[in-house]
C-alpha cells in the first residue's frame, strides 16, 4: 500500500484564493511526522511545513497550515491569499518513528499547483 | 546557513561510465540523506549518514551505487557502470535536530542523464 497518497495530479487557483491540497497517509507508527515540500521548476525541495503525530494544533507557517485529520489519517495543506509564486509541485511526506530512527521520508507523487493571474 | 551545495547540476554521461556527485551539507548538520527522482514521482530514499557512518541503504541501492562520508562532512555518491534507468534528479538533504524533528534541507540537486 502506499503509505503517502496525493490524489491531485494538478490544481489550478486564481490569484489571492485559497487552495487546498490534499495528503493522505499510512503507517501503524504511533509516532510520525508529515512535512509538505515546494518544488519549483528549478528541482530545488522547499520545506514548508511540519506536523507531528502528538502535536494537538495544526500547523501554520505564514500563508501555509496544514488541517491535520488523525483519524482519517489525513494532513492536507491549506495555501491562503496564493501568488503567482506559488506556482510549482508540492510534496506531502512522512517520516515514521523517532529517538533512533533514521527520519527518512517517504513522498507522495506531488501535486502540480498553477496559480492564474 | 549556506544552504546544502550540490555538484555538478548537471551530468551527461554516456552508457557504461562512472559517475560521481558531491553534496556539501549545512555545516554542522550531523545527518545527510541521498534521495533519487525520477521524472514525475516524489523522491525516493536511497541512503542516510549520521556523521560519517553510513546507517541505512535502500534496496534501491545496487551493487553498482556507493557513497561515502568521510570526515562526516560532504558526501559524494558514485554510480558505476551506468545505466539508462540510472537517469533521473539525486537530491542531497542534511538536517540537525531543531524543534523536535530533523527538518530536512535538500540541495538543489544533481540531474543525471545517461545516453
Known amino acids: 500500500a502506499q503509505k503517502i497518497t496525493q490524489t491531485q495530479p494538478g490544481m489550478f487557483v486564481q490569484e489571492k484564493e485559497a487552495v487546498t491540497l490534499d495528503c493522505t497517509y499510512d503507517t501503524s507508527d504511533p509516532s510520525y511526522g508529515l512535512f509538505w515540500y515546494k518544488q519549483p521548476s528549478s528541482g530545488e525541495m522547499i520545506f514548508l511545513i511540519y506536523?507531528?503525530?502528538?502535536?494537538?494544533q495544526n500547523a501554520t507557517e505564514g500563508r501555509y497550515s496544514l488541517n491535520f485529520q488523525k483519524a482519517r489519517k489525513s494532513a492536507n495543506l491549506v495555501i491562503s491569499a496564493s501568488q503567482l509564486g506559488d506556482s510549482a509541485m508540492y510534496f506531502c511526506?512522512?517520516?515514521?518513528?523517532?529517538?533512533?530512527?533514521?527520519?527518512?521520508?517517504?513522498f507522495g507523487k506531488g501535486t502540480l499547483l498553477t496559480v492564474n493571474p | 546557513d549556506t544552504g546544502v551545495s550540490q555538484n555538478p547540476r548537471h551530468k551527461i554521461t554516456k552508457r557504461g561510465q562512472n559517475v560521481t556527485f558531491r553534496c556539501d551539507p549545512i555545516s554542522e548538520h550531523n545527518r545527510l540523506y541521498w534521495y533519487r527522482q525520477t521524472l514525475g514521482q516524489g523522491p525516493e530514499f536511497l541512503t542516510y549518514f549520521q556523521n560519517e557512518a553510513q546507517l541505512e541503504k535502500s534496496r534501491l541501492l545496487s551493487d553498482r551505487f556507493s557513497a561515502e562520508r568521510p570526515k562526516g562532512s560532504f558526501s559524494t555518491l558514485e554510480i558505476q557502470r551506468t545505466e539508462q534507468g540510472d537517469s533521473a534528479m539525486y537530491l542531497c538533504a542534511s538536517s540537525t535536530l531543531r524543534h523536535g524533528t530533523y527538518e530536512q534541507y535538500f540541495g538543489p540537486g544533481t540531474r543525471l542523464t545517461v545516453t
Open positions: 506536523q507531528g503525530s502528538y502535536d494537538q
Open positions: 511526506a512522512m517520516r515514521e518513528g523517532s529517538g533512533g530512527s533514521n527520519y527518512k521520508l517517504t
